[in-house]
């Protein structure tokens, strides 16, 4: 049942973010209220969430811009580009920090190394990067995957990067050492969206396949899956605190459990495809675009369960055998 009458997700804003298509977009997750777009004009915008006109218009990119990627203090974004080069900028400065080559194709997907000195790179070619800025160098090159790189994280403490593909494969690599420790097989449809916990071992892919997956990092066993939903998983993202997930679909926002798996929440949203999710103050802050146009919407986290004090339903949990059996002999007895 809705939640009273009251709203819990609107569209804050519609504009246009390029003069031509846009191809990608990134929201600061730190604060939630900085956006970068980036598009055929070979331009990177940056906006403030819910302000009409960009803060600053970067250019440098010779090829359209495929990627984007703030670090974590929001005051460097990164870019990757159709031609395979990226693109670092200083945001208080808006110059060009550093211009990395080396991918044969385009970038697909970037991260930012927790401490700051690292980038990775995931390309069209199916490899990843990993790139020390200060020496302007590629430092490893890890291949494997046997299709596109959708989607790399780096974990949260800096140990280990994940990579998902087309090839319906994850990939958990040691930065470190710089060697593939596990190939996570499960998913029958692309992976199209990667999330370490915050302060867990535990990884959370989404995929074509309209589930979402749940990875133990200790074991590398999976520890559970959702059911399939209607369409495709595009986004996923853990609360701040660890738990809930939500996960972002064509036109909805849900909310899981994964021991066990439970669907919390299920919130109508008219984003279509959701590109990027941000979590600030109690906000679900989601953006999407569509031809030269983007969309932000917010969700009202307060108003959603497992947060607005509303019971949570519970998944129905079978009768152990033996009280089966009991049932099916009473029945006959009767």
């Not at 780096?154 to 930065?175: E, F, H, Q």
């Not at 519970?314 to 006959?332: C, D, I, V, W």
Request: aromatic content about 8%; glycine content about 8%.
């Amino acid at each position: 049942m809705m939640t009273g009458l009251t709203k819990r997700a609107w569209k804050l804003q519609d504009f246009v973010a390029h003069g031509s298509n846009v191809n990608c977009l990134a929201i600061g997750q730190h604060s939630g209220r900085v956006l970068a777009t980036g598009g055929d004009d070979r331009k990177v915008n940056v906006w403030a969430v819910g302000k009409p006109n960009n803060i600053l218009s970067l250019t440098g990119h010779t090829s359209p811009v495929e990627c984007i990627r703030f670090d974590s203090s929001e005051e460097v974004v990164l870019a990757g580009s159709r031609s395979g080069s990226l693109k670092i900028w200083n945001l208080d400065e808006q110059k060009i920090l550093r211009t990395l080559t080396g991918h044969k194709s385009e970038v697909k997907c970037l991260d930012v190394h927790p401490y700051g000195d690292f980038v990775a790179s995931g390309s069209l070619d199916t490899n990843i990067k990993v790139w020390d800025v200060r020496r302007k160098g590629c430092i490893f090159t890890y291949k494997g995957h046997e299709d596109k790189v959708n989607c790399l994280r780096i974990s949260p403490d800096g140990r280990w990067i994940t990579s998902c593909s087309d090839d319906c494969t994850i990939r958990l690599w040691d930065l470190t050492a710089g060697k593939l420790l596990h190939v996570f097989k499960g998913h029958v449809g692309p992976v199209n969206c990667l999330e370490f916990h915050p302060n867990e071992f535990l990884m959370a892919s989404g995929s074509s396949d309209k589930t979402i997956k749940f990875w133990d990092l200790e074991t590398f066993n999976q520890v559970s899956s959702t059911d399939p939903d209607a369409r495709s998983v595009a986004c996923v993202k853990f609360h701040p605190e660890g738990s809930p997930i939500f996960s972002g679909g064509e036109d909805s926002l849900k909310s899981y459990s994964w021991e066990p798996t439970a669907c919390f929440d299920a919130i109508p949203v008219g984003w279509m495809k959701v590109a990027d999710m941000a979590i600030s103050n109690q906000q679900l802050i989601g953006a999407s675009y569509y031809q030269t146009n983007v969309a932000i919407w917010v969700v009202d986290l307060t108003k959603t369960r497992p947060f607005n004090g509303e019971k949570v339903p519970q998944p129905e949990l079978p009768n152990p055998p033996e009280e089966k059996e009991r049932t099916e002999m009473n029945q006959s007895l009767r």
